[in-house]
C-alpha cells in the first residue's frame, strides 16, 4: 500500500473529519512509528504505526453512514464535558464506534443530521468549495414582506462579510408566524438564525429537510436509518 498523507488516513479512520485531523496534525496530537507527524507527512498503514494521542490508528472495516432525526436539546457532537444529551447518544452502543457527526446542527434545531465513519464523504459535505444544498423548513415571527425575502435571498452580511445568495420561498402563515422553506450552500454559525434576527423577524423552529440529496422524509424525531449508496448521486464522486 502506498503512503497517503495522514489527515486523509486519520479521516479514513472514521475519528473525525479531514479538516479536524489537520488540526489535530497542528495541534501534535497524531504521531507516526512514535515520532512526532506535522500537516503535510505521509504515512503506509500497512507498514508504519500511526496514533492519535497515543492510540493505534485502526481503519474501519468499512464506511457507514446514517441519517438521523435530531431533536431538540440534543448536542451534534460526540461527547460533551457536561453531561449533556449528544447525538450518539441516541445510538445503540454498538452503532456508535467511529462515527462522527458530518456538519452540525444547533442544540436547539432540529432534524436531518448524517453521521459517518467516512472521513471523504465527510470533506466533501462540509468544506465549503464543493458547496453542497442544504434544506431548512423555517418557522419565523411574523409575515416578511417581499422586500425582506429579496434580501434574504440576496445574502446577509454577517460579521461583515458577505454571505452567499439564499433559494428561499414563502410555504404558509399561520397564527402570526411565516413557514419558510430555504436551501443553504454554506453553513455559517447559526446562519439563519442570525439571519432572520437582523431582519426582524426571528426564528421560532428550525427543522433541517435534506442534507444533499438525502432526505429526512417520515423518519420519526430521535430515529435513524442507514444512508444506501445510491442515495448520493453526485456525492458518491470522490473529490
Known sequence: M???RLQKLVAAAGL????????????????????????????D?????????????????????????????????????????????????????GLHPVGRLDADS??????????????????????HRK??????????????LERWRAGVPLDGLPSQPVDLHRLRHHRGAT???????????????????ILGHPVLDLRRVAVGPVQLGDLAEGSWREVEPGEWGPLAVAP
Do not use: F
Request: glycine letters at 8%.
Open 110 to 131: 432540529r432534524g436531518a443530521l448524517l453521521l459517518s465513519n467516512d472521513g471523504d464523504l465527510t470533506l466533501r459535505l462540509t468544506h465549503p468549495r464543493y458547496g
Open 16 to 43: 473525525c473529519s479531514r479538516r479536524q485531523a489537520e488540526a489535530w496534525l497542528r495541534d501534535g496530537r497524531v504521531r507516526v512509528n512514535g515520532e512526532l507527524a506535522q500537516l503535510g507527512d505521509r504515512a
Open 135 to 148: 434544506t431548512y423548513q423555517v418557522w419565523v415571527e411574523g409575515w416578511p414582506p417581499p422586500a425582506t
Open 45 to 97: 498503514p500497512s507498514c508504519d504505526l500511526i496514533s492519535v494521542d497515543g492510540q493505534p490508528l485502526e481503519r474501519p472495516r468499512s464506511t457507514l453512514t446514517l441519517l438521523l432525526n435530531k431533536p431538540p436539546g440534543v448536542l451534534s457532537t460526540c461527547h460533551d464535558t457536561h453531561g449533556r444529551p449528544t447525538v450518539l447518544d441516541l445510538l445503540p452502543p454498538e452503532r456508535r464506534r
Open 179 to 197: 413557514l419558510l422553506e430555504l436551501v443553504l450552500r454554506e453553513g455559517r454559525n447559526r446562519q439563519i438564525r442570525r439571519t432572520a434576527e
Open 2 to 4: 502506498a503512503a497517503d
